[in-house]
């Protein structure tokens, strides 16, 4: 059973770097698949952030390309979302979630962290 | 806002039927992209509920269903249950902005 897990701050300093892990088990994240983050922000809907496929390749939601990193350590079975100079709205519950293959949904996600952006 | 529009609430009495609607344009639902959606029951991750607009994955009950028409897809659920009350998204992908979009989601209230 694929499982995943967020992890990093729970708060963070506005202007300061957003920083979370998603560590994998039960599959590899060099394997087949891709791999992607979402976020909740309170009392609002869900939101992608971006996703990144097994050849590297990432894609960003386009109000966010500018400040956000997807990567992954094949060594550690994780990847890791950064999100730049953060303001009060990118506080939310941030998910990673495993892309189904060959298709544009989501099959296993983490239980979501709550990062908060405040000074 | 939302890419794709969904009711904030729907409700119904254990035993109904209940359907929750989600609009996209031509460039997502419309421009043949399927439709998938998500239960996230209180305090937990969203759960994969429907996908490829019709499909359930092993161990979702056949109560659950998804149909998909021009722009818009629906998702019924029949023999309400009083478990069945969580908030409901629906997911699909965008070609105009090259990326995946969420419904605003739905709250579904068992009376």
């Known amino acids: 059973q694929v499982q995943l897990q967020e992890s990093g701050p729970g708060l963070v300093k506005p202007s300061e770097t957003l920083s979370l892990t998603c560590a994998v088990s039960?599959?590899?994240?060099?394997?087949?698949?891709?791999w992607g983050w979402i976020r909740q922000p309170p009392g609002k809907g869900l939101e992608w952030i971006g996703s990144?496929?097994?050849?590297?390749?990432?894609y960003y939601n386009p109000s966010l390309k500018s400040r956000v990193t997807i990567s992954v350590d094949t060594s550690k079975n994780h990847f890791s979302l950064k999100v730049n100079s953060v303001i009060a709205a990118d506080t939310a519950v941030y998910y990673c979630?495993?892309?189904?293959?060959?298709?544009?949904?989501?099959?296993?996600w983490g239980q979501g962290t709550l990062v908060t952006v405040s000074s | 806002q939302s890419v794709l529009t969904q009711p904030p609430s729907v409700s119904g009495a254990p035993g109904q039927r209940v359907t929750i609607s989600c609009t996209g344009s031509?460039?997502?639902?419309?421009?043949?992209?399927?439709v998938h959606w998500y239960q996230r029951l209180p305090g937990t991750a969203p759960k994969l509920l429907i996908y490829?607009?019709?499909n359930r994955p092993s161990g979702v009950p056949d109560r659950f269903s998804g149909s998909k028409s021009g722009t818009s897809a629906s998702l019924a659920i029949t023999g309400l249950q009083a478990d069945d009350e969580a908030d409901y998204y629906c997911?699909?992908?965008?070609?105009?902005?090259?990326?995946?979009?969420f419904g605003g989601g739905t709250k579904l209230t068992v009376l």
């Open positions: 039960g599959y590899s994240v060099s394997s087949g698949y891709y």
């Open positions: 997911q699909s992908y965008d070609s105009s902005l090259s990326g995946w979009v």
């Open positions: 990144l496929y097994h050849s590297g390749r990432t």
């Open positions: 490829g607009s019709i």
């Open positions: 031509s460039s997502n639902i419309g421009a043949g992209y399927d």
């Open positions: 979630a495993r892309g189904a293959y060959g298709d544009y949904y989501f099959d296993f």
